[in-house]
């Protein structure tokens, strides 16, 4: 045996029972059963959590050591403070009381999808990197592209393609700096700062995010206003005014985002329409559909993406409605090359006789970064086990329950449903009538807005600090409202029924205080 050194000293660290293999087969088999059981108990008792935690800021680091352990721990110990640690701190997403924002829904396909996707562990970042990784990823986004009736223009069975992105957001980045680059190799680079981006006032703030991070001066980012006259999609007269201002001022239109199913309202944008103001003026098109797009399976829903073929790319967050657990954002683009250019990097140790005959797909240019998980496996799995009908009728379901809960609260004269329901979320509030009566005892007396506002944030308020249910609220038009969303895998009926019952209490104890 080789010397020390005289220097050296060999290593004291006790030896733990523990110390074996971290990848051993059986200690796996062993450890995944227990969490395959501690999670099924989870979900079977989920609805009896407080929906919204109640932890205070700064609750974990008292209950756990300030530093990691030298030695192992046995995964029961572990367990053990998930249940006491973890889950107090929890805001149970998965609760069927769960009405707060566009659910992540989930689903046993998905979770065992993505349990195979983390067990393979492959980077496929890359064709060579993993053949079926990508060849997987390029047949479903067809199989998804068919069911949703997208032109042809988009699948790889035309001249498009489509990739699974994490998010919205990176789904957004990649598109707008596509189109960046395409327009800046017409008029320049030095001419970035000339550059307009277009939305409504509705849009999700990930355009924003995107923008910035794009390198988009933030001066053009042009948030256009919608009204309710018009269910707060984006009008294309104004859109287009707005463009020839900018013109006119000499700034450069790049990029609108269109949207189908505003977070705030599940608003439509009438995408044929803007399009073609859009194509006026060599403006880039997506369409974020991140919450509806799933519901568009549906042949009564499809009629909302209508004129979708006008856009240039597509998205939709299979992660939010079509029980495809976080993280899976669907992206299409009609020009895959425009995304290649502008992301594409070869350095020599990725270098491989597959990517040179550029016969394959490297997805590592279709995104940000350069690794990449195996998403669609777990897509795969969704759409195979659970087929086309039944996810369809899925979605219906909680589309009838929405509705359900809508005439629920039109019955209740004290409310108003301040939007039209397109889907599965309603936007309601006590009425400025119901206010009036109970304050002047005159249902016609004048209520300013601000005072209905701060009834109502009392009244989500107080439903929320119940923990029997979570909502959310948004603003429209200096309107504060409530809304419910509907969609969470787990939710039934009665859970709807119950939620509407919370409001009425919540509400009495409200009103009564005027």
Known sequence: MGSLGCNSEPHNDSVSPFSINP?????????????????????????????????????????????????????????????????????????????????????????????????????????????????????????????????????????????????????????????????????????????????????????????????????NFRSIKTTKSNSFGLYPDSLESTIQMDIENGLVPLFLCATVGTTSTTAVDPLGPLCDVAKDYGLWVHVDSAYAGSACICPEFRHFIDGVEGADSFSFNAHKWLFTNLDCCCLWVKDPSALIKSLSTYPEFLRNKASDSNKVVDYKDWQISLSRKFRALKLWLVLRSYGVNNLRNFMRKHVKMAKSFEELVCLDKRFEVVVPRNFALVCFRVSLSAIAKKIYDDSNKHVCEDCANEVNRKLLDSINDSGVVYMSHAMVEGVYVIRCAIGATLTEEQHVLMAWKVVQEHADAILNKY
């Open 23 to 219: 990848l051993d087969p059986q200690e796996f088999r062993r450890q995944g059963h227990l969490i395959i059981d501690f999670l099924a108990d989870y979900y079977q008792n989920v609805s009896n959590y407080p929906v919204l935690s109640k932890v205070e800021p700064g609750y974990l680091p008292k209950s756990l050591p300030i530093s990691a352990p030298l030695n192992p721990e046995p995964i029961e110990t572990i367990l053990q403070d998930v249940k006491e640690h973890i889950i107090p701190g929890l805001t149970h997403w998965q609760s069927p009381n769960f009405f707060a924002y566009f659910s992540a829904t989930s689903s046993t396909a998905a979770f065992l999808g993505e349990m195979l996707s983390t067990g393979f562990n492959v980077v496929g970042f890359s064709w060579i990197a993993s053949p079926a990784a990508t060849e997987l990823e390029s047949l479903v986004m067809d199989w998804l592209g068919e069911i949703l009736k997208l032109p042809k223009a988009f699948l790889f069975s035309g001249n498009g393609g489509g990739v699974l992105q994490g998010t919205t957001c990176e789904a957004i980045l990649c598109t707008i700096v596509a189109a960046r680059d395409q327009k800046l190799c017409q008029i320049g680079r030095e001419n970035i700062d000339k550059l307009v981006v277009y939305c409504s006032d509705q849009t999700h703030s990930a355009f924003q995010k995107a923008a910035q991070i794009a390198g988009i001066n933030p001066k």
